[in-house]
């Protein structure tokens, strides 16, 4: 079955720059989708169809994709941002089936 | 606003079914497919399916294929997990998502003898 592979943690000082990457074949040709999940609550998306950012989330999230990586980048991480996040795309087969990512915990300090 | 309200926590017995309800409102509900998610304690995002709800189409992980079936009723904006042939390890929140954007609060699913 087709498998999103992200590193399993990213730290980060606050005010640097941390890049979550998400390595998949099919993302070539499949957008990639990014969510923060932080401790006890329902997953938000910070960003969408590769590059997307959706209203009401910072600047400072922004998506990027090259071949089979996807990559989420913090720029100028807050403490708020500690978080687990998760990348979730489909497949390229004729019925599309979905998948997350691993999950990446980002530690801000 | 997209709102989507899911029904309260379940406690079933191994072997089992559970049925899970999603209630839509603040869009069309046949305009965005719904897709269904799970998250084990202590675990990562399990991705479960998804629905057309306009024409009712369904795809599932093949991992639930068996096990897992995802319906609608558009008279009430309304969508519906069924879980079948319950494992202690199918405890776990189990949440709708409208297409990948909206969640809803997530349901509780107990598997206990």
């Known amino acids: 079955s087709y498998e999103l592979t992200q590193p399993p943690s990213v730290s980060v000082s606050p005010g640097q720059t941390a890049r979550i990457t998400c390595s998949g074949d099919a993302l070539p040709e499949k957008y990639a989708y990014w969510y923060q999940q932080k401790s006890g609550q329902a997953p938000v998306l910070v960003s969408y169809e590769d590059i997307k950012r959706p209203s009401g989330i910072p600047e400072r999230f922004s998506g990027s994709s090259s071949g089979t990586l996807a990559t989420l980048t913090i720029r100028g991480a807050q403490v708020e941002d500690e978080a687990d996040y998760y990348c979730?795309?489909?497949?390229?087969?004729?019925?599309?089936?979905?998948?997350f990512g691993t999950g990446t915990k980002v530690t801000v300090l | 606003q997209v709102q989507l309200v899911q029904s309260g926590a379940e406690v079933k017995k191994p072997g089992a079914s559970v049925k899970v309800s999603c209630k839509t409102s603040?869009?069309?509900?046949?305009?965005?497919?719904m897709h269904w998610v799970r998250q084990a304690p202590g675990q990562g995002l399990e991705w479960l399916g998804w629905?057309?709800?306009?024409?009712?189409?369904?795809i599932y992980a093949q991992k639930f294929q068996d096990r897992v079936t995802l319906t609608r009723d558009t008279s009430v904006s309304t969508a519906y997990m069924e879980l079948s042939r319950l494992r202690f390890d199918d405890t776990a929140l189990y949440y709708c998502?409208?297409?990948?954007?909206?969640w809803g609060q997530g349901t509780l699913v107990t598997v206990s003898s």
């Open positions: 979730f795309s489909t497949d390229n087969s004729g019925k599309p089936s979905y998948v």
């Open positions: 603040g869009y069309t509900f046949t305009d965005y497919y």
């Open positions: 629905i057309n709800p306009n024409s009712g189409a369904t």
């Open positions: 998502v409208r297409e990948a954007y909206d």
